[in-house]
């Protein structure tokens, strides 16, 4: 997997490469840097947001930021974006983990 400066060169030269993006907000959530990997995400999702796996990802590093609302709604935004493109490999999964968090 390329470095976190490699991505951000990535990034640079193709700031809208969904990939790169989530590549990126990955590795920065790997480092415990969970508010760039938030934004990261966010930038991902704004580009495409069908990038479902984005959205239980980005959940992941607000929770550990202690923003749980925040994750919830991710979770929510996924799981509804999940039944729309009928994908049930990650409706089942984000829908787990927001069972596991929602109060």
């Not at 990955?26 to 796996?53: F, G, T």
């Not at 990802?57 to 999940?82: F, V």
Request: proline share 4%.
């Amino acid at each position: 997997m390329p470095t976190i400066e490699q991505l951000e060169r990535m990034r640079e030269a193709e700031p809208r490469d969904t990939f790169v993006l989530y590549a990126l907000a990955q590795e920065l959530a790997k480092k415990s840097r969970h508010e760039e990997a938030v934004a990261s995400y966010r930038a991902c999702l704004e580009v495409d947001p069908d990038y479902l796996y984005a959205y239980f990802h980005m959940a992941r590093s607000l929770e550990a930021d202690d923003r749980e609302d925040e994750a919830i709604a991710a979770l929510r935004e996924g799981l509804r974006r999940a039944i729309d493109a009928g994908d049930e490999k990650a409706r089942a999964e984000i829908g787990q983990y927001l069972d596991a968090i929602e109060p």
